[in-house]
């Protein structure tokens, strides 16, 4: 069965610190997202990796940036954290080829930045 | 640019039918998809069309009509466990399977 593991349920982080999130698929996916989702708006794209070492930017990619070193690993770092980065992160993984490729999600992340 | 939009919030009781639409608005269209997502779990997908016509799968169907640019999810004999945010989901003309979500519906399913 698919797999996608965010390495934290809950973190909380102070104003300007730099801040990890990590997601790991089993996969053997092609392609890997991070996403943040605030009510009312949705699934909103951050950052998107196609490849090892490859990324694209989303739809919101200010503040952020990512590494994928390897394949089953995709990373999303917060430069200097700031309040307004308080957010659900969802990473999500998809094989490559073909339109319909489901989005396997993992179980997110809730940051809170004080 | 890419928008979608789908009512925010739709409630109805077990055994009823309930449809819940999406417009969208895309450069470029390859297919719409849908997602279930509970309190505090992760979006799971539920369907996907890329053609006009109704997809069915056990007790839920989705519709798409590429000219109206709109499609709509159908859940039939609702159950309590019905109870999600459903997110209609947009691939555009770019790749890597990149998806574009809407808002998000909120379905409340009451006995």
């Known amino acids: 069965d698919v797999k996608v593991t965010q390495s934290s349920r809950y973190l909380v982080k102070r104003t300007g610190e730099k801040v990890f999130l990590e997601c790991v698929q089993d996969m053997d996916h092609e392609n890997m997202f991070w996403y943040r989702q605030d009510p009312g708006l949705g699934l909103r794209l951050i950052y998107f990796s196609y490849d090892v070492k490859m990324k694209e930017k989303g739809d919101i990619p200010e503040g952020y940036s990512v590494s994928r070193e390897k394949k089953e690993r995709f990373s999303l770092i917060l430069e200097s954290a700031s309040t307004n980065q308080t957010s659900m992160y969802l990473c999500a993984s998809t094989a490559a080829g073909g339109h319909n490729q489901p989005q396997h999600f993992g179980d997110g992340t809730r940051l809170s930045i004080l | ?111």
């Open chain 2, 1 to 111: 640019g890419q928008s979608l939009e789908q009512p925010s919030e739709v409630t109805a009781v077990e055994g009823a039918i309930v449809q819940i639409n999406c417009t969208y608005q895309t450069s470029g269209f390859y297919g719409l998809s849908w997602y279930q997502q509970h309190d505090g779990g992760a979006p799971t997908f539920l369907s996907y069309n890329a053609l006009d016509g109704l997809e069915e799968t056990g007790r839920f169907s989705s519709f798409l009509s590429r000219s109206d640019s709109y499609g709509y999810l159908l859940l039939q004999e609702l159950q309590m466990k019905d109870s999600a945010s459903y997110f209609c989901a947009v691939r555009g003309n770019t790749g890597f399977q990149k998806l574009v979500f809407g808002t998000g519906t909120r379905l409340l399913v009451s006995p």
